[in-house]
């Protein structure tokens, strides 16, 4: 008997299920952020196309390990900040779909067919601050990283490091306003621990006269 574990190609209302499920409640305008990881599609029906444009506000869409063999048919998505397109089976120019997206900032092509530097000039006019070609044929260049910060004045991370090779975490930059927020407060309940103690003393004084 043959091998025949071959992936199982999801129904269009399985991935509906799927996409509901994340939805909730929420108007469709509110939806920011899908992911699809794991449903099986070589590319995009026209009506996953129409189901995902449903969403026009989505900031961010991953489709990792979806079997997906080219981008025809991607969804119009203008507001897309972010495309997780890990583990699947693109050619660099499906690259050429990608670089429509003029307001994308993070890319995730990890596990792809991307293979030298010039397949990513059709990504030269994004202001790309991530990307990620992690096990790609790519990222086994000379010089690698630095290439790719060169070519792209905006980036911030290769493969999750900065330019110094030091990994990064998107939660610290996040954080860092919460930093602040939480030294304000601190400060605040340091002021009213410091006036409490002025008023202390000067009860004690009244006691004694």
Same mark, same amino acid.
């Given at each position: 008997m043959g091998n025949n574990k071959k992936s199982k190609r999801m129904s269009l209302k399985e991935i509906e299920k799927m996409?509901?499920?994340?939805?909730?409640? &929420? &108007?469709?305008? @509110?939806?920011?952020?899908?992911?699809?990881?794991?449903? *099986?599609?070589?590319?995009?029906?026209?009506e996953l196309? %129409? *189901?995902?444009?449903?969403?026009?506000?989505?900031? @961010?869409?991953?489709?990792?390990?979806?079997?997906?063999?080219?981008? !025809?048919?991607?969804?119009?998505?203008?507001?897309? &900040?972010?495309?997780?397109?890990?583990?699947?089976?693109?050619?660099? &120019?499906?690259?050429?779909?990608? %670089? *429509?997206?003029t307001n994308l900032q993070r890319l995730i092509l990890s596990k792809n067919k991307i293979k030298d530097f010039d397949d990513?000039?059709?990504?030269? %006019?994004?202001k790309l601050i991530e990307v990620d070609f992690t096990e790609c044929e790519i990222a086994k260049k000379p010089n690698?990283?630095?290439?790719?910060?060169?070519?792209?004045?905006?980036?911030?991370?290769?493969?999750g490091c900065d330019k110094n090779g030091v990994p990064l975490d998107d939660e610290d930059v996040e954080g860092d306003e919460d930093d602040e927020d939480y030294? @304000?407060?601190?400060?605040?309940?340091?002021? !009213? @621990? !410091?006036?409490?103690?002025?008023?202390?003393p000067s009860k004690k004084k009244k006691k004694k006269n």
């Open positions: 996409i509901q499920e994340q939805v909730e409640d &929420q &108007q469709p305008s @509110e939806v920011e952020s899908l992911a699809l990881d794991d449903q *099986k599609f070589s590319k995009f029906s026209p196309k %129409a *189901k995902l444009e449903s969403y026009p506000n989505l900031v @961010e869409l991953s489709l990792i390990n979806c079997g997906l063999t080219s981008l !025809e048919n991607f969804p119009n998505l203008p507001n897309l &900040q972010a495309i997780d397109l890990a583990d699947n089976h693109l050619s660099p &120019q499906e690259l050429n779909v990608v %670089a *429509k997206f990513l000039k059709p990504l030269a %006019a994004l690698y990283p630095d290439k790719l910060f060169q070519m792209f004045s905006t980036l911030e991370a290769v493969d030294d @304000e407060e601190d400060g605040e309940d340091f002021e !009213e @621990e !410091e006036e409490e103690e002025e008023e202390k």
